[in-house]
């Protein structure tokens, strides 16, 4: 069936290591996007990218790197630099430039940093 | 920042209707109207989406304003699964998808 992945679904790293969140889609879609949700609060955009090879920078990119080498990947790397990683994070991915089409979600990785 | 105004709570009875509003007075012409929701612990969903008209679908009802300035959302019979956040969201050619904090729904048995 088609849809989008996120693994893993839970994510435990001592403070201080790098770690890569994975995303893949096999909705032939154009854009993908990575949000961040802290306990009770919105989404928030960290990346997004509309093709591949090319990203852009969301509200809260500060921390984070991205790439996008191929149409259905899009991993998140949350680095030692992001002073708050403990949080639920989602990946999105939808048409690009189709505006009238709806987004379809992963069901989350939930990251503690401990 | 979000270009979405929505209460942060609402409250409804099991089996009855429920209408969830959402402000966007700086909508443009090319934004499209997109509600999703989010049960705990899971990814947002997509419920409806709607540029001018109202639209129906198997899960709820888009009511748009003639000006386009608010909507509504609205669930014909509320169930104790529909208790989420719901998400009222605009989109465009930039293709930047921006979450507010929602309303929460509360049913009640």
């Known amino acids: 069936d088609g849809g989008i992945t996120q693994s893993p679904k839970y994510l435990f790293r001592k403070e201080g290591q790098n770690v890569t969140l994975s995303c893949e889609q096999n909705?032939?879609?154009?854009?993908m996007y990575w949000y961040r949700q802290d306990p009770g609060q919105g989404l928030r955009l960290i990346y997004y990218?509309?093709?591949?090879?090319?990203?852009q920078k969301g509200d809260i990119a500060e921390g984070y790197s991205v790439s996008r080498e191929k149409k259905e990947s899009f991993p998140l790397t949350v680095t030692s630099a992001q002073k708050n990683p403990t949080a639920f994070y989602l990946c999105?991915?939808?048409?690009?430039?189709?505006?009238?089409?709806?987004?379809?979600f992963g069901q989350g990785t939930r990251l503690t940093v401990v | 920042d979000a270009k979405t105004t929505q209460p942060n709570s609402m409250e409804s009875n099991e089996e009855e209707p429920v209408h969830l509003p959402c402000n966007h007075s700086t909508i443009s012409g090319t934004d499209y109207i997109h509600w999703y929701r989010q049960l705990p612990s899971q990814g947002p969903e997509y419920v409806i989406h709607g540029l001018t008209s109202n639209v129906n679908n198997r899960m709820a009802s888009l009511a748009i304003a003639e000006d386009r300035k608010s909507s509504t959302l609205i669930l014909h019979r509320a169930t104790l699964r529909d208790a989420a956040v719901y998400y009222c969201?605009?989109?465009?050619?930039?293709?930047?998808?921006?979450f507010g904090k929602g309303t929460r729904l509360h049913i009640l048995p």
């Open positions: 909705l032939n879609h154009d854009a």
């Open positions: 999105a991915s939808s048409m690009d430039r189709v505006v009238g089409t709806e987004a379809f």
């Open positions: 969201i605009l989109r465009n050619r930039d293709d930047k998808i921006i």
């Open positions: 990218s509309q093709i591949v090879n090319d990203f």
